[in-house]
Structures are given as structure tokens and as C-alpha cells.
């Protein structure tokens, strides 16, 4: 048939292949030297979801400096000009931003301008502010999100821990992320977080990159500005939603709102001993048994050498990751013991009086979770330390099955790992209460400790404080011991001013 707009090669719209079509077979998701994936490729193989793959911060001109870089650093304060690492202001800015119900733009300027001070005078935000006022979805939508996006910004250590590489010009590479990692690096860009990404001009180091900081767009209002923020504003608000967390398990500590668990504190007795029965805590190497078959001789290469069952872990298991520990059911203990370190003895043989489960394992479970191995006891007090060891204990303590028995620990990370017995022993009590089982807590003799600890536990129960809230109090804890490198205080008494009911009453 002859058409009749003259004659044709073209083919239908129809005709057009696309890409379900193509069916090419991807295979399974991995990485090489010139793909990179900042998905744990393993976990998203087992089927489990994208999950953030373990790494660290490289401070390089090949990787994309992040703002949480322990290199990255500035200048604060007037008389007295410290020098600090910039990720502490932005958390700081963010995290009191996050707290808030509702931000006003002049919050958001005032933040951004805490850790970009030389963009005080040149940065606009009145197109954002006219957004806000005309409140384009009534209710106000925008001072609500802001918080939000805070929030999402904040986990970027979390989220995005591998170094993200650049792409230059000349290489052929690729970058895999998640959706997830994608808003919380998108998060950063609205909190203009980026060092280095704000200077233009041919000398910049970032010059030959376009802009990523979104200054640029939050002033200049225009009828487009407008629209584009408009549109903007919507994406934050859907990867905000509460239910667009699908890639981990883990909890988010800022809202979690379970109430302290039970808790009994001795100073005198042993894991092993009274804590007989429960899910009992090693406190442990990332290289599973430590120093078991070298020189070492403190809890994990006591608890090996008692139960000696317990070597052939090491036969397969690789070290640990930030977020995985072992559970080892049905070990046998052979010997009894005393003394600790140099004082070690070998105290003859153990009667053993367990009894035998269905599969006649033993009836002792313990648990592997290795803390961090802190050189300056100063760096624990730091949220990403922190969550990282609320993470490792939380993954410890959670259970799989609906009746677990409780968990008998104590200093975990206190001794050769130099942390700091308080805090640690609140982050087990967070980790617990959100894992919904009680903890049996050995001092070890240290009987201030022990009475701290239960003033403490009856404060934030009588408090009815929940864990999202005591996450808050360590961040404020953290940021006063931050700067001048000394300790202000202990976290017991810290708790204690924050949350006595007398302080209310003034
Ligand atoms: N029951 C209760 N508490 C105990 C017990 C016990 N049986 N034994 C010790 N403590 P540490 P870390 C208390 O130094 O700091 C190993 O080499 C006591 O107050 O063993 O986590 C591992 O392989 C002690 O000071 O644990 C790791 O590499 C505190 O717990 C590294 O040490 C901490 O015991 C882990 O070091």
C-alpha cells in the first residue's frame, strides 16, 4: 500500500527494540578492577538485598573526597582557632537539625554555613525559602522534610563505606550502588557536605568535575527554580518514607523506641560460671580466638584454652566483619582456671554437669562479637564508633528464635581494646533492649562500676527512656568530648544531669 506522506523506510514506533526484549543474561553481580560495587556483591548473590559493602575512606585524588573523612579538616572558632575534622560540625549541624520537628530555611543556611563559613556572604537560599512559604504541599511539608534529609545524611558512614572511585577521562570503568546509598550521597549534596567541590576557576582541584554541593540551586528564585525544586523536594520526601529501608536489618538507633532491659549486675563471678545456661559473651578478635595459640591469656584465650573445642573455629571462620559475629553451640569445658593474664592458672579438670539438647549438643551457646581495638581512648567517643559497636553488639545479641535465653557479659572491649567501661556498658544495654532479651552484667570486681551501672539502669527506668533517646544523649556526650581531648566527666554522671527527674522539676 502506498502512503501517503510519500515513500519510507522508517518502521513503526512499535517496531523498535527495547530493552526487556534484549533479555541479555547479566549474571551474577561481581566486581573487577574496573567495576566497582559498593553493594556487599555476597549478600546481594545470597538474594538478601543490596547491603552496603564494608571498606574504607581513601583520601586520594582518585576517589571522591567524603565528608566524613577523618582527613578532612577545618578551622573553627574566632580568638581561638582550633583545627578540627569537618565531619564533627557536620554531624553536629545535621544532628541537631535532625532533632528538630520542623526546620526552617533559615536552620538549613545557618548549618550549611557552620562548615562552609568562606561561602557566608556569597550563598543565596531564596528560592528555597519562597518554596517554603508558598508551602507547595500545605501542612508544612518543607520544614518537615528538612529534618529528614538530615537524618539520611547522617548515615553516610554507614551507607557508603567503600571509597567511591572517580571516573577520568580516558578510563573505562563503572560504579554499582543502591538506591539507598544513592539518596544518603544525594542527602550530602543538598547539605552541601563535599569538600573541595565548592571552588570554580581553572586552578580549582575538582575543576575539571561539574558541581555536585546544590548551592546553585537553592537561590536565584525563578519560575523554573521553582519547578526544579518542587520536583526535587518530592524525590527526598519518597527515599525519606519511613518503609525505604530495605537494605539492612540493622536498626536505626535514632528511632528506636524500645524501653531499657532487664538487667542483673554482680561484681563478683564469671561469665562462664554464674552466666551458666545464657548466651554467653566473648569478647573477642576479629581473627576469632586472638591470641589463643600465641602469647595472649585474657577472656577470649581463657575462654579458648577452658574450652579448647572452640580452636577449631579458626579452622573456617574468616574474620569478622563490622557487622557479623560467631555462635558456637554445644562446646565443652575441660578445665577450670584462675587468675587472668600473667596470674593464669591451671586449676585441674572441669566436671562437666550441662545438659544435652535434641541434637546432644551441650547446653552452652556463646557468642563471638569483637569490639574496636581503640589505641587513643579518646576515639571512641565518636558516633561512628559508637554505632559500630551498637551494630556488632545488636547482631550478637539479636535472636533468631521467638524464646532466646538472656545474655551474661560484662566489659566487653575494656581491657586490651582500652574502651571505656561506662559507655560500653550502656551500648550493651541499648544493643539488649533492642534485641528484647535481659543481660547479666559482671564487673569483674570493679564494684564502683557495678553500682553505677544500676543507678544508672534504675534512672532510665524509672525515666521509661528509650534507646532512640539515650542515642541522642550520646551524641551530645560524644561532642563534649570532643576538641581539647580532655575527658569532661563520666557518662554515668553525664546520664545522671541529663535525666534525674529533679533536673525537669527546675
Ligand atoms: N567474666 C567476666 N568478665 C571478665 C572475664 C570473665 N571471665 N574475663 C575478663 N573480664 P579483655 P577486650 C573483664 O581484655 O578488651 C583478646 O586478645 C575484665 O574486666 O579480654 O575486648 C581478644 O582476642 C577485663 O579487663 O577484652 C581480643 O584481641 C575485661 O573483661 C582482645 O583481647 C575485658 O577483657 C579483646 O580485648
Redesign the pocket.
Known sequence: KKREDGPSSCCLLKDMKRIPQCDNKLGRLDFSKTHTVLVDVGVFNCGAGPMPQDGRDVWHSDFVKMPYSQSSHMKTGFMTQTNKVRWEVISKQLSSLSKKTTASVNNLEEAIIKYNPKYKDQWSFDALSSLAKADPKGDNYLPKLFPKIAELALRLPELVKKAVPLLKRGHTASITLSQTQIACLLANAFFCTYPHRNASGPKAEYHSYPSINFTSLFGHWSSRKKQKLRAIMHYFQEVTAKDNRTDTDLPNWRSCNKKMPKLHVASH?????E?KGMLQV???????????LGS????????FIINPELIVSRLFTEKLGDKECLIVTGSQQFSNYCG?GDTFQWMGPHEERLNRDEWARLQRQIVAI??L?FKQRSEQYNMINVTRELNKAYCGFKGHRPNEPDI????????????D?QLKAVIQLMAAAQAKRGLAF?????ESLKQGLQQTHHLLVTERTTVEKLYRLLEDYCATQQGSGSVHGDLFEFIRINFSPSRSLL
Open positions: 563471678g564469671t561469665i562462664e560460671n552466666g566473648d569478647f573477642a578478635s576479629s581473627w576469632i580466638g586472638g591470641g589463643v595472649g591469656l585474657v577472656q577470649e584465650e581463657i575462654l587472668f569483637d569490639a581495638h551474661a557479659t560484662g566489659n566487653w572491649g575494656c581491657g586490651a581494646f582500652n574502651g567501661k559482671f564487673t569483674f570486681e570493679d
